[in-house]
């Protein structure tokens, strides 16, 4: 019985690190824009949702 507590715990720690990558590459990619490109990004958005604030 302590092997698969020892096994989940492990699979624990394996999943946070695993979302800790996912997370950091997400943000990077985020950041990634330039402040033209989001701006130009979230008009088009506003666009597609209705046109509202025009």
Request: proline share 2%.
């Amino acid at each position: 019985m302590r092997r698969v507590w020892k096994f989940l715990g492990l699979a624990g720690v394996v999943g946070v690190a695993a979302t800790g990558v996912a997370m950091t590459r997400a943000e990077r990619q985020r950041r990634a824009y330039t402040p033209d490109e989001v701006r130009d990004r979230l008009r088009r958005r506003v666009a597609e949702a209705g046109g509202a604030g025009k």
